[in-house]
């Protein structure tokens, strides 16, 4: 199993909503990434977990809440979210300096 | 000044023609380098990763210069399906990777 599964592929939510992005991956990665990438842009890091603690947190406002309940699953904890905020949500896996495996992503927007 | 920084394009090729992107990347600490391709509203897949020694890939070279820190992609015998937006990464290797990509490059094949 190569992939990185993502789930919803779409989500449309209310600024007052609570919904969570899943991320899982059967590759024995230690390391699991969330990315956030608008339009045009790059991908933008968001966390960084590496054996299952968060290791890099980019500034990200407390709206978002990642969670690594165990080794192969990550999750984005979404609550009052902002129009600004939606965007294509991506998460990646990545073992030792082989490059990243991405999923397909959630598109979120935000209403 | 990026961290990573592409020419954003767009290129526009003819079919069979051959294409080369460049990539400048400031951290010289810097280990490990990629090339990512991304199609319009999908995620970003490896498409190789770049040593200094130079790697081929049928079709795709790429190169990485660490005295001038650079790092090129060659795309020989252009085809249609190459369209798409080629992200150039630079990782700070460790247990994880600290990535940082480049703003990508358009490449548009056209018959």
């Known amino acids: 199993d190569t992939e990185v599964t993502q789930t919803p592929k779409h989500l449309v939510m209310g600024m007052t909503n609570k919904k969570s992005l899943k991320c899982e991956q059967h590759?024995?990665?230690?390391?699991m990434y969330w990315y956030k990438q608008k339009a045009k842009k790059p991908p933008e890091l968001m966390f960084v977990?590496?054996?299952?603690?968060?290791?890099i947190n980019e500034s990200v406002p407390s709206r978002f809440s990642p969670e690594c309940p165990n080794s192969s699953l990550l999750n984005l904890h979404l609550h009052a979210l902002q129009p600004e905020d939606s965007a294509l949500y991506l998460c990646?896996?990545?073992?030792?300096?082989?490059?990243?495996?991405f999923g397909s992503g959630t598109r979120l927007t935000v209403v | 000044r990026k961290e990573v920084e592409q020419d954003p394009g767009p290129f526009n090729v003819p079919e069979g023609a051959t294409v080369a992107f460049n990539c400048t990347y400031s951290?010289?600490?810097?280990?490990?380098f990629f090339w990512y391709r991304q199609d319009c509203r999908k995620e970003p897949k490896l498409l190789m990763s770049?040593?200094?020694s130079g790697n081929e890939d049928g079709r795709f070279t790429a190169q990485l210069n660490r005295a001038s820190q650079y790092i090129s992609l060659l795309i020989r015998d252009s085809k249609l399906s190459d369209s798409a937006t080629y992200l150039c990464?630079?990782?700070?290797?460790?247990?994880?990777?600290?990535?940082?990509f480049g703003t990508g490059t358009k490449l548009q094949v056209i018959p």
């Open positions: 770049v040593y200094s």
């Open positions: 590759m024995g990665h230690r390391a």
């Open positions: 977990y590496s054996y299952e603690k968060l290791s």
């Open positions: 990464v630079g990782s700070l290797s460790g247990g994880y990777q600290k990535v940082t």
């Open positions: 951290n010289s600490a810097s280990q490990s």
């Open positions: 990646a896996s990545s073992q030792g300096p082989t490059g990243y495996t």
